[in-house]
């Protein structure tokens, strides 16, 4: 079991967490996550064990975030590191795997973001991902 991370950036159906459950909710989009993590509220999409069409494969093996952010470039706000945490933690208490970064990819890092080149949340061994792995991990 892993959880890759997403950012929703506000491109398909608007900003923030309307535009991201907006775009989640369009037949079209094929698209969804276990929760929806915004700069102030979380909303759950998708029952954990139920499968989220988070990559397009091994959905069925994946729980999913998507931290959605008004419009690009926001930074992660204090409440949705502490969401993300609390979220992830509600998946380990469940299914029982590690929080770290193998079990915790950035969607940028999983096969089918590196075939179709996702960014989000961060490339692949930025130093903004460091960042925000290391700030995420010392909330559990
Ligand atoms: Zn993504």
């Known amino acids: 079991m892993c959880a890759p991370l997403h950012q929703g950036r506000g491109a398909h159906a608007g900003p923030g967490v309307p535009g991201t459950i907006s775009w989640f909710l369009n037949p079209s989009a094929q698209a969804s996550s276990h929760y929806v993590v915004g700069p102030a509220e979380v909303v759950q999409m998708v029952e954990l064990d139920l499968e989220a069409w988070t990559t397009d494969w091994m959905n069925a093996e994946w729980l999913a975030i998507e931290i959605a952010q008004p419009k690009l470039g926001d930074p992660i706000t204090d409440f949705q590191y502490r969401a993300t945490a609390w979220c992830l933690l509600q998946m380990q208490a469940r299914y029982r795997f590690p929080l770290d970064a193998a079990h915790l990819p950035f969607?940028?890092?999983t096969p089918q973001g590196i075939q179709i080149g996702k960014t989000d949340p961060f490339s692949?061994?930025?130093?903004?991902?460091?960042?925000?792995?290391?700030r995420l991990f010392r909330l559990f």
Do not use: K, T
Request: charged share 45%; hydrophobic share 15%; glycine share 14%.
């Open 107 to 109: 969607h940028s890092e």
């Open 124 to 134: 692949r061994g930025s130093e903004a991902g460091r960042r925000f792995y290391d």
